[in-house]
């Protein structure tokens, strides 16, 4: 096999990587998946049309995947088949025998067209990307109901608003031992404002502030994230985030607090400076980005909007 067509095989593969691991954004969690939703921390959040599969499985919390607390989802305690170690691995010595295949010219599948056909390797990557893509999609929703209402319809579900606030109606079921929550217009208003106050903290290194609108679990999170650009002598700057659209997956109470789980889709400015000299050395500062997140808000049961704070962030 020539230098020119393995350099193409380490190319494409690389932008299959990329295209699963997602955006590279430094923005407030780092574009991370972690905190706690109480009993359904480790279960996906329903789809909605904002974020079609859902969230991506919480892999840090300092809630314990305690299976006689927590009813985790019907594949595992991590968001879907290939959320879990068994998964991850199954899912990597798939890609790993596929490339390694392609490299000595045995074609991805062991003969669909061979290694020879530059169209052969580019359908071949195409097919798996496509396949696995769709696995991990039933997998993840197969048990969730999907969201039929328009993200932007006054009347959609329970949680409806009007007066052209970006965020819908109710997303999707509740677990069990759970009881279904009412989201009122004023608690929308809250997420919208927390979203603001969020990225807006972080990127001031405001830790005073994060506090007031984040769960403690969640204010140590942002801390380390921060300390570890100030051990390396960096800012992450954000701009004042835009909400474009946003849904609401599920609201419920369980025991003494309430939980709101939101899909949002938002506009914002993030990027990387060094603290001596102010040199941009990532992102860029006039040109925002748009990002999909699943936020979770909880409040003591029966508080009012104000009450309510960040609980958990997941990616879309």
């Known amino acids: 096999m020539s230098f020119r067509h393995s350099s193409l095989i380490f190319c494409l593969a690389a932008v299959l990587a990329l295209g699963m691991a997602g955006d590279g954004f430094a923005r407030a969690g780092f574009g991370g998946s972690f905190g706690s939703r109480g009993s359904s921390t480790f279960s996906t959040p ?16 300092m809630t314990s995947p305690n299976a006689s607390v927590f009813r985790p989802n019907a594949y595992g305690n991590t968001g879907g088949f290939f959320g879990g170690g068994f998964g991850r691995g199954l899912l990597g ?4 025998a596929g490339l390694f295949g392609l490299l000595f010219g045995h074609g991805l599948f062991g003969g669909m067209g061979g290694g020879g056909s530059i169209l052969g390797l580019l359908i071949q990557i195409g097919l798996l990307f496509l396949v696995v893509k769709l696995v991990m999609g039933f997998f993840r929703n197969r048990a969730q109901p999907g969201f039929a209402g328009s993200a932007f319809s006054p009347t959609a579900g329970l949680g409806g608003l009007a007066g052209g606030s970006p ?3 109710f997303g999707g079921g509740s677990a069990a031992q759970r009881e279904k929550l009412q989201i009122q217009p004023a608690d929308f208003n809250i997420f919208e404002q927390r979203l603001n106050e969020v990225e807006a903290a972080f990127g001031q290194e405001n830790y005073d502030a994060l506090r007031h609108v984040v769960t403690p679990e969640m204010a140590s999170f942002f801390s380390e994230q921060l300390a570890e650009n100030a051990s390396k002598g960096l800012v992450n700057k954000l701009g004042t985030p835009k909400l474009l659209q946003g849904d609401l997956a599920e609201a419920w109470r369980e025991g003494t607090s ?3 789980t939101v899909a949002m889709r938002f506009s914002l400015t993030d990027w990387t400076i060094e603290r001596n000299s102010g040199r941009v050395v990532s992102g860029d500062p006039a040109n925002p980005q748009d990002v999909t997140e699943v936020w979770t808000f909880t409040r003591p049961a029966g508080a009012s909007p104000a009450d309510w704070k960040l609980s958990a962030i997941q990616q879309a």
Do not use: C, D
Not at 93 to 96: S, T
């Open 46 to 61: 329903p789809s909605t049309s904002v974020s079609p599969f859902g969230g991506s499985a919480i892999n840090r919390s």
């Open 93 to 96: 010595g798939f890609l790993g």
């Open 167 to 169: 965020f819908s109606g």
């Open 258 to 260: 309430e939980y709101a």
